[in-house]
């Protein structure tokens, strides 16, 4: 509720014509009367803003809502008990060292979105609907708690949202209000615990690394069992792969190979050795030209 300017100017009236009527007849008592008649006029306009409802109780009984503009009222019997606020408020709360399914504490805090759907309601049925609408928030939100888990009470936040507003809605219906949302802003839980997520975690991911580099094993042992039954009845390309591989070790500046003497006769590696080296003494010498075939 608000002052308005109506009652100033019924103010003005009223008491502007006493005094008129005093200046007419020469009776100061006309200015008496007009004085009281324009505070009881004054008193009666009362003006209610958009988003809000007036609750009258007249002689302490309710009678109606007025409002949005102006309204008026019988002075000293009726009676504008309060304004009841229609748009969206935002309430926010909290648990502090609640314990979860799993008995370990966190601290939550939420912020809870609700609108008055029925001011008749909010007025007369409960005290105080918006302290009243706090705490039925906060234990909501530690019976939520109390009966999740932890693990839960991180991944599934949409879940437990919903189920506190549900929660939450249930309780503050009967006093005409409604709940439209609920979002938890923080979890907070010990540092010590924090640590130990933190190592578990890791463990874990070094375990998936480990998997995986198993993994990669069998296959690369599933391919040279392949190999092997492919150079098993050809020995001509188990001595071509072979001389492949000695010559890519060869060729690398440095490198140092002991191969068996057998192998020199059987594979005419005395040939590629001598071409490898011959590579060799011409890249040190900066000839860039191809070795002859």
Known sequence: MIMNVVSVLVFAVVAGAGFVLTMATGSPT????????????????????????????????????????????????????????????TTGFAAEQTLTSDTVPVNVDAVLFWVVHDPEKAALEVQNYAAAVSWAAQTGLRDIIGRTSLADLLRGREKIEHDLQTLIDQRSTPWGITVQAV????????????????????????????????????????????AAKAYQNNPTALHLRAMNMLYEGLKEKGALMIVPSTAVESMGLGGMIGMAALQQSRLAGGDKTPPAE
Do not use: N
Request: hydrophobic content about 50%; aromatic content about 6%.
């Open 183 to 226: 979002e938890m802003r923080d979890i907070v839980i010990p540092s010590s615990l924090q640590d130990a997520m933190s190592r578990e975690a890791q463990a874990s991911r070094e375990k998936q690394a480990r998997i995986i580099l198993g993994e990669a094993e069998v296959e690369i042992a599933k391919s040279f069992e392949t």
């Open 30 to 89: 006309w200015v008496a009367g007009g004085v009281v008649l324009a505070v009881l006029a004054a008193m009666s306009p009362r003006v209610a803003r958009q988003w809000e409802r007036a609750v009258v109780l007249r002689l302490g009984r309710f009678i109606g809502l007025q409002g949005p503009g102006l309204f008026w009222v019988i002075p000293f019997v009726d009676v504008v008990a309060r304004s009841i606020d229609q748009r969206m408020i």
